[in-house]
């Protein structure tokens, strides 16, 4: 079963704008990672957020995660049309020795018009 | 390219038939993971390797499916009698470093359709 839920699921915006899409897991976790993924490609890593953090940067993204409310958000700033994607979000449980095992949420469609 | 290789990328095949994918992880990648996406879903997880143990299984994979990472290196998944509820993508990851912060890498994925 999928743990994380992205919000929305489709999002719609001009270049150069903001895109921020919210993601919601169940259970604990020891991070909580989001991915990208270009049509019908392999999934890219994005950002990792410890479940200790409560925001982090990188580049044009910004992260936060509120384990309290067990919700995260992605904030991708000044929006390219190289950003169209799918996002998802995956929370990382330890299993055995040492493997994190990641629970996708259904993802978010980003399309970027030029 | 020192990413992680998956081969073939497409795969069509008649319902009955076997199917073996292979991926090959980031050289020294220890850790190996399988996923299976749906269309318009995330991935799910089906198995996890430590070099060449297979550590935990999910119950999505049945017993027409296996896993093999006999050296240590590479992997395949193979998948016996396909049905057309096998269709998907086959993805493959590897990781290291530490436990609580671990990345996995993703490779391009296998796309299987069973007609």
């Known amino acids: 079963s999928q743990q994380g839920e992205e919000d929305p699921q489709a999002l719609s915006i001009q270049e150069g704008e903001n895109a921020t899409m919210n993601c919601s897991y169940k259970t604990s976790i020891n991070n909580l990672q989001w991915y990208r993924q270009n049509s019908g490609r392999g999934l890219v890593h994005l950002i990792l957020?410890?479940?200790?953090?409560r925001e982090k940067h990188s580049g044009r993204l910004r992260v936060t995660l509120d384990t309290s409310k067990k919700s995260s958000s992605l904030l991708i700033t000044a929006s390219r049309a190289a950003d169209t994607a799918s996002y998802f979000c995956?929370?990382?449980?330890?299993?055995?020795?040492?493997?994190?095992?990641?629970?996708f949420g259904g993802g978010t469609r980003v399309l970027v018009k030029p | 390219d020192t990413g992680v290789s998956q081969n073939p990328r497409h795969k069509i095949t008649k319902r009955g038939q076997n199917v073996t994918f292979r991926c090959d992880p980031i050289s020294e990648h220890n850790r190996l993971y399988w996923y299976r996406q749906t269309l318009g879903q995330g991935p799910e997880f089906l198995t996890y390797f430590q070099n060449e143990a297979q550590l935990e299984k999910s119950r999505l994979l049945s017993d027409r499916f296996s896993a093999e990472r006999p050296k240590g290196s590479f992997s395949t998944l193979e998948i016996q009698r396909t049905e057309q509820g096998d269709s998907a993508m086959y993805l493959c990851a590897s990781s290291a470093g530490g436990i609580f912060q671990e990345t996995q890498y993703f490779g391009p994925g296998t796309r299987l359709l069973v007609l």
């Open positions: 957020i410890r479940s200790n953090e």
């Open positions: 995956a929370t990382a449980k330890v299993i055995k020795a040492a493997g994190n095992k990641l629970t």
